[in-house]
């Protein structure tokens, strides 16, 4: 089987409300779909989990890794790989856009030879240890009231989730009296995430996780920038509550340092973003070496991503929750024609079809499109 072209369309659809978290304010969701297409009639499908500026990714595969694929049996997916890896690192690009497009281009070969065999992408990836995966809800954002954030955080349990996220990090009182309310309303039947979105000083952090332990958060998700490694090692030394990161780091490359310095107690790769799917396969095992749990990020993923995550999660021996977001963005719940995103008690289930068991809505494709790249 040979790879004869490559599709690429961004798609960009507004949201209602803009989402507010520490760092940005969120008012559309894109993505770069690729189509990889094939002459025995296959066509694989992958998308980057980069919310914004998607026609950057298109026209960087378009222009770096197109050439690489033309021609190409898609089976060969791990030379591919490595073979388009060592041109972006060539060009200095082993995190950011490069990593983001080239994790599109891996999920769209996984579909392909999938589909080829007829197996879902998990039996590739070894089988799998559940059918259904423990989930999140993410999240209870920031801007509105405390009031309605609390009746928020509720309408989430009622929905049948024992999990779920809250952004915070704007300011550390306000956060920690947040927690306080939480448990006065709900009780500790529930697990609590917090997300700062890398908004703190390691001091801040330190006094955010004393309220995290006192009102024992099942996890501090991102507390500082990714680029305060050693903040973060002192920070997990010092706190008994878990530390979370790896949604901006790339690669096994970028988790080797993580891991090694013990800066973290879950990884969270995120499949359409670190690298594809082996990327994160093999960032999840290297953490469960160093006896660390893997919880992919998937947060204002699309639906392509979703599909691919949860057949890595259902076939990663240490994966511990799975995030999925409830919060409105039209590319999770209206790109597929068979929704891969619902929850039923809290719990996911991993899709079955062959390659990613997905299948787009041509109609929304068609609507979304507001560049194809040729
Ligand atoms: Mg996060």
């Known amino acids: 089987m040979l790879i004869t072209g490559v599709e690429l369309a961004a798609l960009r659809v507004p949201i209602g409300a803009e989402q507010l978290i520490s760092t940005r304010r969120i008012t559309s969701r894109e993505t770069c779909l690729v189509r990889i297409h094939t002459d025995e009639g296959i066509v694989g499908i992958g998308d980057s989990q980069r919310p914004e500026s998607a026609e950057a990714i298109c026209s960087y595969i378009r222009d770096i890794y197109v050439p690489l694929l033309l021609g190409r049996d898609p089976f060969d997916r791990e030379r591919i790989f490595h073979e388009a890896y060592t041109t972006a690192r060539y060009r200095g690009r082993v995190k950011g856009v490069a990593i983001e497009a080239l994790s599109a281009v891996e999920i769209a070969l996984w579909d392909v030879i999938g589909k080829a065999l007829r197996v879902p992408i998990y039996k590739l990836l070894g089988g799998k240890y559940r059918d259904r995966l423990r989930a999140y809800a993410t999240a209870v954002m920031l801007g509105p009231s405390q009031e309605e954030r609390l009746r928020q955080f509720g309408r989430f349990l009622d929905a049948g989730f024992t999990a779920v996220k809250v952004k915070a990090g704007r300011n550390v009182e306000e956060d920690a009296e947040f927690l306080r309310r ?33 009102y024992e958060v099942y996890w501090i998700e991102e507390p500082l920038p990714p680029e305060h490694l050693g903040d973060y090692a002192k920070l997990r030394r010092a706190l008994s509550v878990m530390v979370a990161a790896g949604e901006s780091e790339y690669t096994v490359y970028g988790f080797r340092d993580w891991l090694a310095r013990g800066a973290i107690d879950v990884a969270q790769p995120d499949v359409g973003r670190a690298g594809g799917i082996w990327q994160v396969r093999a960032i999840a095992e290297m953490a469960e070496a160093y006896g660390i749990w893997f919880a992919p990020h998937t947060g204002h993923g699309s639906a392509i991503g979703y599909a691919a995550t949860l057949h890595v999660a259902a076939a990663t021996r240490n994966f511990l929750i799975f995030e999925l977001e409830q919060i409105e963005n039209p590319l999770r719940e209206g790109l597929l024609a068979n929704r891969v995103d619902l929850q039923e008690g809290g719990h996911i289930a991993v899709p079955e079809g062959p390659g990613l068991g997905i299948e787009l809505d041509e109609k929304f494709v068609e609507r979304a499109t507001i560049a194809r790249f040729k």
Do not use: M, P, S
């Open 182 to 214: 939480l448990r006065e309303a709900y009780g500790y039947g529930v697990d609590i995430l917090v997300d700062l979105n890398c908004a703190l000083t390691f001091k801040a952090a330190l006094r955010f996780g004393r309220a995290a332990e006192k």
